[in-house]
């Protein structure tokens, strides 16, 4: 396929991935391999997604200890799980994620994990404070991979990627997922708004990520068109995660399906048409459509003769939502 700078299939990480980091297992094994696909942004470190391969944990495992303990300083994570399982340990509990559910990570919160089965875990991360050496010494080893082992250039990067604590495993009791306020589903969001053709979802809310960004999911069904204002004035980072999308970006025109994330760079003329039923998560996340749609609800519950054209248009500027028009073909 011809070189598309807006589209990044994680179906193929040999073309997709911009370099590569690998964790091990205690017995030496490789445990993960994590792909670069987009670079944090500003203040708060925004925008930043990895692609990465969890590998099953080694048949020597104690799964009834808490494995990978750790916590963040600062930093929040959010992990789509799209194959396999694993236990998450957090806040003293054991539970089960599956393929389709989505962890969300808070600085503070003591969490490890235990893959049942090789698992694809796509994250975004925001807040943390990042160390841009590992980036320069993983472009040495991938030009000169006969330094890859050399003591001198891994004393470059002594911290590694990211604000990461290991901690004593700790004692847990076993929940159901549904129990477990880390494990997030579209199939119970905190709120969901059904429009002709288009449901938004609330799966992360703002304040579950220290204000930074919000989490919603549009599950759109074929035919389902958006245009976005002429110059959008914010990024946006979504994730196809399951359907298919037409995208028009900049006159650009092309096809995202299943494990796409399209990268919609600001002021950037765009618009999108659901080729099939399709799961289109924000992740960039910058705007508040959780307080938007509580607002719109609201007016139209109790006030309903207030729902204008001006008074929507006046909750979109509020909320920075983007969105100029939808329709369905
Ligand atoms: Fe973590």
């Known amino acids: 396929?011809?070189?598309?700078?807006?589209?990044?299939?994680?179906?193929?990480?040999?073309?997709?991935?911009?370099?590569?980091?690998?964790?091990?297992?205690?017995?030496?094994e490789i445990a993960s391999v994590a792909g670069r696909i987009t670079d944090p942004e500003g203040p708060r470190c925004l925008y930043w997604c990895l692609d990465t391969i969890m590998y099953k944990n080694p048949p020597e495992t104690d799964f009834n200890k808490t494995q990978m303990t750790h916590y963040h300083l600062r930093g929040y994570e959010t992990f789509f799980v799209d194959s396999g399982s694993l236990y998450l340990y957090i806040n003293g509990q054991r539970a089960l994620a599956k393929k389709g559910d989505i962890i969300q990570l808070q600085p503070g919160q003591a969490h490890g994990m235990a893959f049942l089965e090789d698992v694809k875990w796509r994250g975004t991360y925001h807040d943390f404070e990042t160390y841009p050496e590992a980036v320069d010494v993983g472009r040495v080893k991938a030009y000169m991979p006969e330094l890859a082992d050399d003591p001198a250039l891994n004393g470059l990067m002594p911290r590694g990627f990211m604000d990461h604590i290991d901690m004593e495993p700790f004692l847990f009791q076993d929940v159901a997922p549904e129990q477990c306020q880390a494990i997030k589903n579209i199939a119970r969001p905190h709120a969901s708004y059904d429009f002709p053709g288009v449901s938004m979802k609330i799966v992360v809310e703002r304040w579950e990520?220290?204000?930074?960004?919000?989490l919603a999911c549009a599950v759109m069904e074929p035919g389902f068109t958006a245009r976005w204002v002429k110059y959008p004035p914010l990024?946006?980072?979504?994730?196809?995660?399951?359907?298919?999308v037409k995208f028009n970006i900049l006159g650009k025109e092309f096809v995202a399906d299943d494990e796409c994330v399209v990268n919609v760079p600001r002021f950037a003329p765009h618009s999108i048409e659901a080729l099939e039923r399709s799961e289109v998560y924000d992740l960039g996340g910058q705007s508040w459509w959780s307080l938007f749609f509580q607002n719109y609800t609201s007016i139209r519950t109790y006030d309903p003769k207030r729902l204008t054209p001006e008074t929507i248009q006046r909750l979109k500027d509020q909320f920075h939502i983007q969105i100029e028009s939808i329709a369905i073909k």
Do not use: C, H, I, Q
């Open 235 to 244: 990024r946006e980072l979504l994730y196809v995660r399951s359907g298919k």
């Open 209 to 214: 990520n220290g204000g930074a960004k919000e």
């Open 1 to 28: 396929m011809e070189n598309n700078e807006f589209l990044y299939d994680l179906k193929t990480p040999e073309t997709t991935w911009n370099g590569s980091g690998n964790s091990y297992f205690p017995n030496g």
